[in-house]
């Protein structure tokens, strides 16, 4: 019985009842890849430009969804439309081992493109009660298109590898809330709860490029909305008046100081205000003025200190125009991304040899946030976060000699080459799965 038992474990590759992927022959399965995107690549870069030209806002991503949802099931992935809203989850059972997560984003932003490209967007929607224009200016687009090719490359190679996928398309990211949305629709109750998780996101680095971190990636993030009140009046009277217009500027400038005087210099943080409203003419004093704005750190310390300043100085600034006391909004939006050190060892050496010297390990931590970070600390025990360029390389070299940046996530003009971009992303996602299904 025992010979039998370990004739088994030697067969299957189980040990205990658990599979054991074995070791991953890079360069063959790279080659694999390539043959498969060559194929599939025409209608990458067709789902690709047609997301670009018909960007949605978060939670309002129903086209979007759908399109995910119909190439999903047309490759044999079990669908669920409507998780957390406009949220999508495709299942495929290829045998017994681990669960795998693979994320990407549906939403785009309120702001007009100016790219000039051929499939650019010219979308409007609303946004905060306000007409806007829509676009993929943060590279979503690209993720989900390289999403889709990941699943058609791992299905067209299901015999090497066991275990089960599990792709999300998840809404509304860039108001780091559609994570949570998805979470508290049953997310991992619904559905298995990952062994592992990936998701990846482009930046402003030369294309090939793929660039990996252990532990903090992305920092916390906290949004603000304030009221400022005051009472209206004629322009031409302002001592008969209190005015929120000049409230709220004294509070974008002063709110500073709390970055630079009561943090500890040693932490980083950063808090920008991104938008006021109020006001309908120039010669009315009106009643209320509003501003949002983030709240970024990776300290519990430094968090606690930015939050409180900032509330502080709004309360102050009121006080001494003799207003009413403002409405201060602040909300925890989403935690770092944390990269599991191992995973990223393990993934990063994949990448190593599939990419050469373009396999980067990142130095710094990223600035911006991420609510992928809500899936992490929901129970994934192992997860990778990375990168991948999006630039002709030798753009990214004059930049660097000129002393220019170039366009960067969220800019008008980012324009991300969708060739080699979208193919290298099928390339390391497809190989960081394979990494650890493969038998």
Not at 89 to 94: C, D, E, K, S, T
Not at 267 to 285: E, F, K, L, R
């Amino acid at each position: 019985m025992i010979r039998i038992r370990m004739g088994l474990a030697l067969l299957f590759g189980t040990v205990g009842g658990s599979c054991q992927a074995q070791p991953l022959d890079v360069g063959r399965a790279k080659s694999s890849i390539d043959r498969i995107l060559d194929g599939i690549y025409p209608d990458l870069f067709r789902l690709y430009a047609d997301i670009h030209a018909h960007p949605e806002l978060g939670f309002h991503e129903t086209r979007t969804a759908a399109i995910l949802a119909g190439q999903m099931r047309s490759i044999g992935f079990t669908v669920t439309e409507h998780v957390g809203g406009t949220g999508v989850v495709a299942i495929f059972r290829n045998g017994a081992g681990p669960t795998t997560m693979v994320r990407t984003e549906l939403d785009a932003l309120p702001m007009e493109e100016k790219t000039g490209l051929p499939y650019a967007s010219r979308e409007h929607a609303d946004f905060n009660g306000q007409p806007s224009f829509v676009a993929h200016a943060c590279g979503h687009d690209v993720h989900m298109a390289s999403w889709v090719g990941t699943a058609r490359a791992l299905m067209a190679m299901k015999d090497r590898w066991h275990g089960t996928l599990m792709f999300i398309a998840q809404p509304a990211e860039e108001s780091v809330s559609g994570a949570r949305a998805m979470l508290k629709d049953g997310l991992f109750e619904r559905f298995p709860k990952p062994d592992y998780g990936f998701a990846l996101h482009t930046g402003p680095y030369a294309y090939g490029h793929v660039l990996y971190r252990p532990g903090v990636l992305t920092s916390n993030v906290d949004s603000f909305l304030i009221t400022f009140k005051g009472r209206g009046g004629h322009g031409s009277s302002p001592d008969k008046a209190i005015d929120p217009v000049l409230i709220a500027s004294r509070f974008v400038v002063d709110v500073q100081s709390v970055v630079s005087q009561e943090k500890p210099p040693q932490q980083a943080g950063v808090i920008t205000v991104g938008a006021i409203h109020g006001g309908t003419a120039g010669n009315i004093i009106p009643d209320e003025v509003t501003v949002r704005g983030t709240i970024r750190d990776y300290d519990p310390e430094a968090r606690a200190k930015l939050v409180a300043g900032l509330r502080r100085v709004a309360l102050a600034e009121a006080s001494m125009a003799g207003a009413p006391q403002p409405d201060i909004q602040v909300i925890d939006a989403a935690n770092s991304v944390v990269n599991d050190a191992d995973l990223a060892e393990r993934t990063g050496a994949v990448f190593r040899q599939a990419f050469g010297p373009a396999a980067e390990l990142k130095p710094d931590r990223i600035a911006a946030s991420e609510d992928y970070s809500e899936f992490v600390q929901a129970g994934i025990p192992h997860s990778l976060f990375f990168e991948i360029g999006i630039y002709d390389p030798k753009l990214v070299e004059a930049a660097r000699a000129g002393g220019l940046p170039l366009p960067f996530n969220h800019s008008p003009y980012y324009a991300p080459s969708p060739e080699p971009s979208i193919r290298t992303g099928v390339q390391a996602m497809t190989l960081a799965v394979l990494n650890l299904l493969s038998r």
